[in-house]
């Protein structure tokens, strides 16, 4: 009904986010996204949010007040978002990780400590120890999935440390508890880090990607990836890859498929947005993984052309223009962060 009543007054759905929905007002754009029942309305003019809110609560006041929060401060979704700064939006997820921290403590029943990263040096190795209690075992399961939110959205730096520890909450034992309880102590130290986001050109998107190389105990890769429009990373990626590789170019390669579904996602969701994106950038520090990406079989020694040919989908979307392949210095590469 919802979607119905906002397309009668005009709004358009994005065909790629079935919860973001545009329409023109007084020569501009004005922009809703919802998530359930809590909504985010913005145009330039403040007047046209006036109306809205007028008409949510003349359609849906029977059921109960439609309350409006304004100006420059939004808590939305366990997120502030902060546009106090010119431009610039800051998500301070600052109260969010303050409750974390501080319900751990309360469950858990000891004080945290202080760490100054987010997870040890053998993150990625799983070491051999007894399991946890089923008290230890939950408390390890919820705060994880807590630690996943966050990541996701206002905290990315602690995603590597989330990404690997969420595959253990089936079965976790006390190497594992070691490693949640350093990336706890780092968030109990970082409390009030916020992400700062701005964009520099709304027509360009940048993507870094990188790869361990056989890091898991079972020798797959690991790929890390960022997106980055301006300043601070809108999107991180960081996840084991699913299959073994026998070389870092290789894993570099698999590592660029791996994130070509929200490289292309993010293209065609802008432009459903009314903008042109004239640059869709994948960053490499691998240059034989850039050749092999560019040129496809073309480039693909003994060695790589067991490949299945869809490691090569990269190579037919820069050939039709939808993204290009650019080095980018091992020092510069920020996607790092995201796999190691």
């Given at each position: 009904?919802?979607?119905?009543?906002?397309?009668?007054?005009?709004?358009?759905?994005?065909?790629?986010?079935?919860?973001?929905?545009?329409?023109?007002?007084?020569?501009?754009?004005?922009?809703v996204?919802?998530?359930?029942?809590?909504?985010?309305?913005?145009?330039?003019?403040p007047?046209?949010?006036?109306?809205?809110?007028?008409?949510l609560n003349?359609?849906y006041?029977?059921?109960?007040?439609?309350?409006?929060?304004?100006?420059?401060?939004h808590?939305?979704?366990?997120?502030?978002?902060?546009f106090?700064?010119?431009?610039?939006?800051?998500?301070?997820?600052?109260d969010?990780i303050?409750a974390?921290?501080?319900?751990?403590?309360?469950?858990?029943?000891?004080a945290?400590g202080?760490a100054k990263?987010?997870?040890?040096?053998?993150?990625?190795e799983?070491?051999?120890?007894?399991?946890?209690?089923?008290?230890l075992a939950?408390?390890?399961?919820?705060?994880?999935m807590k630690?996943?939110?966050?990541?996701k959205?206002g905290?990315p730096?602690?995603?590597?440390?989330?990404?690997?520890?969420?595959?253990?909450?089936?079965?976790?034992?006390?190497?594992?508890?070691?490693?949640?309880?350093?990336?706890?102590?780092?968030?109990?130290?970082?409390?009030?880090d916020?992400?700062?986001?701005?964009?520099?050109?709304?027509?360009?998107i940048?993507?870094h990607?990188?790869a361990?190389?056989?890091?898991?105990?079972d020798?797959r890769s690991?790929?890390?990836g960022?997106?980055?429009?301006?300043?601070?990373?809108?999107?991180?990626t960081s996840?084991?890859?699913?299959?073994?590789t026998?070389?870092?170019?290789?894993?570099?390669?698999?590592g660029?498929?791996?994130?070509?579904?929200?490289?292309?996602?993010?293209?065609?969701?802008?432009?459903?947005?009314?903008?042109?994106?004239?640059?869709?950038i994948?960053y490499?520090?691998n240059?034989?993984t850039?050749?092999?990406?560019e040129n496809g079989k073309?480039s693909?020694?003994?060695?790589?052309?067991h490949?299945?040919?869809?490691?090569?989908?990269?190579?037919?979307?820069?050939e039709?223009?939808?993204?290009?392949v650019n080095?980018?210095?091992t020092?510069?590469m920020?996607?790092?962060?995201?796999?190691?």
């Amino acid at each position: 009904r919802f979607r119905a009543d906002l397309e009668g007054i005009g709004f358009k759905f994005n065909p790629y986010d079935s919860c973001v929905a545009n329409r023109t007002v007084r020569g501009k754009q004005h922009t809703v996204r919802f998530h359930v029942d809590d909504l985010m309305s913005s145009h330039v003019n403040p007047k046209v949010n006036d109306h809205f809110a007028v008409w949510l609560n003349k359609t849906y006041g029977t059921y109960g007040e439609v309350k409006c929060i304004r100006g420059k401060r939004h808590d939305y979704l366990g997120m502030v978002f902060d546009f106090t700064i010119p431009g610039y939006c800051t998500i301070d997820m600052s109260d969010y990780i303050i409750a974390m921290c501080d319900d751990f403590v309360a469950d858990y029943g000891k004080a945290l400590g202080r760490a100054k990263t987010p997870a040890p040096a053998d993150l990625l190795e799983r070491g051999k120890s007894e399991s946890l209690d089923k008290n230890l075992a939950d408390l390890f399961h919820k705060y994880v999935m807590k630690g996943m939110y966050a990541c996701k959205r206002g905290r990315p730096d602690i995603h590597t440390a989330v990404a690997i520890l969420c595959t253990r909450v089936k079965d976790p034992n006390m190497d594992d508890w070691r490693k949640f309880l350093q990336m706890m102590n780092y968030l109990n130290v970082t409390r009030q880090d916020k992400l700062y986001l701005s964009v520099d050109d709304i027509t360009v998107i940048k993507w870094h990607v990188d790869a361990s190389f056989a890091v898991h105990p079972d020798f797959r890769s690991h790929t890390g990836g960022t997106m980055t429009m301006g300043t601070g990373c809108t999107t991180t990626t960081s996840r084991k890859q699913k299959i073994n590789t026998t070389s870092s170019t290789e894993a570099e390669l698999v590592g660029a498929h791996d994130m070509l579904s929200p490289i292309l996602w993010t293209r065609l969701f802008i432009e459903a947005q009314g903008y042109t994106v004239n640059q869709n950038i994948l960053y490499q520090d691998n240059k034989s993984t850039i050749l092999l990406a560019e040129n496809g079989k073309r480039s693909s020694s003994q060695r790589t052309r067991h490949f299945n040919i869809r490691y090569f989908f990269i190579t037919d979307q820069i050939e039709q223009g939808k993204i290009e392949v650019n080095y980018c210095p091992t020092e510069s590469m920020t996607a790092d962060y995201m796999s190691k």
